[in-house]
């Protein structure tokens, strides 16, 4: 192996660039489709919404459990500073740029297809509000465990972990059963 692969810092760098390469892809086929097919835009945004958000529910859902982890690791070791490359890639590569097109194509479909009207619509948003503001907080951890200044306990970080569960619960039944 030469000297290159073993460095963190460009390995970061060649994530962070694979993973922009992909958003930019992502959104080039969106604009795509508003020129192409207007006529089933709709069913396109709609599954790219429900392909953003399940990539930013996987990241949502993995990061704490790195944390519990990372909890336990003592700092300044190995173990310590690997889980800090993973949360931040995780957090920058995956869930940060997921989120984004979830909220952006989700505004649009609630917009475009239900003026937004509905009490479930509502419902909805606040549960994804709530999920938004799940993530501020993951995403402050993350700064917290990379300048090792976490206080939480493991057990802390394993109930933080069931909060998107709980959240995507409520959002999933929303969208499908539209009970109100």
Known sequence: MTADRNDPAK???????????AVGVFV?????????????LYSWIKAL????VIAWMAGMLYLPRLFVYH??????????????VMER??????????MTLAWALGLWLAWRGFG???GWLHVKLAAVLALSACHGYLSAAVRKFAEDRNEKPARHWRIV??????????IVIMVIVKPF
């Open 11 to 21: 390995d970061g760098r060649t994530a962070m660039r694979r993973a922009a390469i």
């Open 28 to 40: 080039l086929l969106t604009l795509a489709l508003f020129w192409l097919a207007p006529d089933s």
């Open 49 to 52: 919404h429900v392909i953003a």
């Open 71 to 84: 909890a336990e690791s003592a700092v300044g070791s190995e173990r310590s500073e690997t889980f800090k």
């Open 89 to 98: 890639r995780l957090l920058r590569g995956i869930i940060n740029p997921s």
């Open 116 to 118: 937004f009207q509905g």
């Open 161 to 170: 972990n069931e909060i998107p569960t709980l959240l995507m619960i409520v």
